[in-house]
């Protein structure tokens, strides 16, 4: 099995553990498990998705009953270390010692893990699910949006918060090029489209031609429905500005640090803001303004 389908399996099994103990009646934060016990139930929801096959055990003496190969328990393991490192799950503490241990190699899934496995739709440490999701949602959604979005994923995952920040940035500036483009195909009139667009190709940074943009929206605003108005003033104008601050912090020697809690929120709300932005692309692509 690939990494992919491997942690797709990982995040299942938490989710049963977690429903195992809400249906006991247990407090969430005092869920611990052992890793044996976790890996078998992988292994459990790998064979009802028939990627192996029960009494297969090809894991050797080492492991007793365990099915999974070597290859797929090394690749597991790692997963679940990947987990380990953005909080998910801790190693159980020992409070005798003041010190992490493998207590009988045991766990416990952290209050963020608890929302993590909670959350239905767009968690960024589920990043095949994330780019599901949002492939759903756009179908058409531009492959370089998605090239440096998926950078951008990968970067989060490892923790590398400048990285994931400006590859955002970029993801969000080429979405906005987009919808000039549609909307300047939009104008109606010849000649007040081909003024837009040599503004907007006279402007070098996204921000200046942004405020070009912004001018001209205003100025046709009666023209669209008043659901895509508010959408645009609401969402699009603050994310875009939100991301494009963050992104400019991150890619400049400014100093300012760019926080966990900052990358993972930005990557939380933009699915919702592509979404948008492509909801007025249709309307403009099928209306004149």
Not at 267 to 282: A, G, Q, R
Request: negative net charge; contains cysteine.
């Amino acid at each position: 099995m690939d990494y992919d389908e491997l942690r797709k399996i990982l995040v299942m099994a938490l989710k049963k553990m977690l429903k195992a103990y809400k249906s006991k009646g247990r407090s969430l934060i005092a869920i611990n498990y052992d890793y044996r016990s976790l890996i078998e139930y992988m292994e459990r929801i790998a064979i009802d998705l028939d990627l192996i096959k029960e009494g297969d055990n090809e894991s050797g003496n080492e492991y007793d009953n365990l099915i999974f190969n070597k290859e797929n328990r090394q690749k597991a393991g790692k997963l679940i270390w990947d987990f380990i490192l953005n909080g998910i799950i801790n190693p159980k503490f020992s409070v005798e010692t003041s010190m992490f241990k493998f207590d009988d190699y045991r766990f416990e899934i952290t209050v963020d893990g608890i929302e993590f496995l909670e959350t239905e739709r767009y968690f960024p440490y589920d990043p095949e699910g994330y780019l599901k999701e949002i492939k759903e949602e756009n179908p058409d959604l531009d492959p370089i949006v998605l090239q440096y979005l998926k950078e951008s994923l990968r970067s989060l995952y490892m923790r590398c918060y400048f990285s994931s920040t400006v590859m955002l940035g970029v993801a969000s500036e080429k979405l906005i090029l987009l919808l000039f483009e549609v909307f300047g195909n939009a104008i109606e009139d010849d000649t007040e489209r081909e003024l837009f667009v040599k503004k907007i190709e006279k402007e070098f940074t996204i921000k200046r031609k942004y405020v070009v943009f912004f001018k001209e929206f205003e100025k046709r605003k009666d023209k669209i429905p008043k659901k895509e108005r508010n959408e645009f003033n609401e969402i699009i104008d603050s994310v875009f500005t939100m991301i494009r601050y963050y992104r400019n912090d991150a890619g400049h020697p400014s100093g300012k640090e760019i926080s966990k809690n900052t990358a993972y929120i930005n990557m939380s709300i933009f699915p919702h803001y592509t979404k948008i932005i492509y909801s007025l692309m249709e309307f403009l692509e099928k209306n004149t303004i």
